[in-house]
């Protein structure tokens, strides 16, 4: 999953537990999983800051690099 793909994914959360229309009982079972969803989605931030920082380190950063990582494109 790019961040791109992940930042669509947080946002679909929001928008369902944002939805005035649903259930206490549904909206406690998406905060359940939106917190899932987030600590996931935290540590793929980390995940990416620590590449792009060991390949910056090495002098291997490149915009492809960065592309890959934010959208998947190369």
Same mark, same amino acid.
């Given at each position: 999953?790019?961040?791109?793909?992940?930042?669509? %994914?947080?946002?679909?959360?929001?928008?369902?537990?944002? %939805?005035?229309? =649903?259930?206490?009982?549904?909206?406690?079972?998406?905060?359940?999983? /939106? &917190?899932? *969803?987030?600590? *996931?989605?935290?540590?793929? *931030?980390?995940?990416?800051?620590? =590449?792009? /920082?060991? &390949?910056?380190?090495?002098?291997?950063?490149?915009?492809?690099?960065?592309? /890959? =990582? *934010? /959208?998947?494109?190369?």
């Amino acid at each position: 999953m790019t961040l791109i793909e992940l930042q669509n %994914n947080l946002g679909e959360r929001m928008q369902a537990l944002c %939805n005035p229309d =649903i259930s206490s009982d549904y909206l406690a079972r998406e905060i359940e999983r /939106s &917190k899932a *969803v987030a600590a *996931v989605a935290n540590n793929m *931030v980390r995940n990416a800051t620590t =590449i792009i /920082s060991a &390949k910056r380190m090495v002098g291997a950063l490149d915009s492809a690099t960065v592309n /890959s =990582i *934010v /959208s998947g494109n190369q």
